[in-house]
């Protein structure tokens, strides 16, 4: 494994989650992945999964699906931000 290669296994992105290494495709690294709903998605790139591009095996609707995913979080952020503001003992 080259040394720029970064280590993917193991990490999750959306409902996949790394579990092994694919062929690289034009140097670029992909990786096999399984989703939470039980499907193996095979050669998924890098960029791809680290872009929030590819985010489950297809049974979610990519990318769509990821921006709400990131706004919900923001949401919830925001909500406990407000929350620790109120409580300013002021
Ligand atoms: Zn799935």
């Known amino acids: 494994m080259p040394a720029h290669l970064k ?3 193991g990490n999750k992105y959306g409902m ?3 579990i092994s290494r694919a062929k690289n495709i ?14 193996y998605k095979e ?7 680290r872009g929030g591009k590819t985010i489950s095996c297809g ?3 990519n990318g769509r ?8 979080k ?8 407000y929350k620790e503001l109120k409580n300013l003992p002021y």
């Open 43 to 49: 050669s998924i790139a890098a960029s791809a999964l």
């Open 16 to 18: 996949l989650k790394v």
């Open 7 to 9: 280590n993917e296994i």
């Open 74 to 81: 923001v949401r919830e952020q925001r909500k406990k931000y």
């Open 26 to 39: 034009k140097g670029c690294s992909y990786w096999n992945c399984q989703c939470d709903c039980g499907n």
């Open 65 to 72: 699906k990821a921006s709400n995913l990131v706004s919900d």
């Open 59 to 61: 049974c979610q609707h």
